[in-house]
């Protein structure tokens, strides 16, 4: 059964850095397209970065742009999230999710307009890692 698994969530003080990680079990990143989403309480669901399938760049929302980055260790098959410069609304809890139909078929998984992250869906998800930013 594939799976995700998120950890390193915690509290931060404002201007602190966390990094949280992405651990893939029973598929690989290498035949998925790979994104991070938050979810603040009372608001919708926010993709933040991701890795464009058919070219695989890293797309960034405007929103953590300058701040967060995505890496991997392949090695490892586990993916990361740093996140610098938190701000207290940068609290939320933090999904990593794959995309790997659309990612096998060469299609682009994400793209930006106006500064916001649009995807076409998701195969797997993580259960969340809470992310909590005090000022």
């Known amino acids: 059964e594939a799976q995700l698994a998120e950890s390193g969530g915690g509290l931060v003080q404002a201007g602190g850095s966390l990094r949280l990680s992405c651990a893939a079990s029973g598929f690989t990143f290498d035949d998925a397209a790979v994104a991070w989403f938050r979810q603040a309480p009372g608001k919708e669901r926010e993709a933040i970065l991701c890795i464009n399938g058919s070219d695989l760049k890293t797309i960034t929302a405007d929103s953590v742009k300058g701040r967060f980055t995505l890496s991997s260790d392949g090695a490892k098959d586990t993916v990361y999230l740093q996140m610098n410069s938190l701000k207290p609304e940068d609290t939320a809890v933090y999904y990593c999710?794959?995309?790997?139909?659309?990612?096998?078929?060469?299609?682009?998984?994400?793209?930006?307009?106006?500064?916001?992250?649009?995807?076409?869906?998701?195969?797997?998800w993580g259960k969340g890692a809470q992310v909590t930013v005090s000022s």
């Open positions: 999710a794959a995309d790997r139909t659309r990612y096998l078929l060469g299609l682009s998984t994400c793209t930006v307009v106006g500064g916001m992250i649009r995807y076409s869906g998701m195969d797997y």
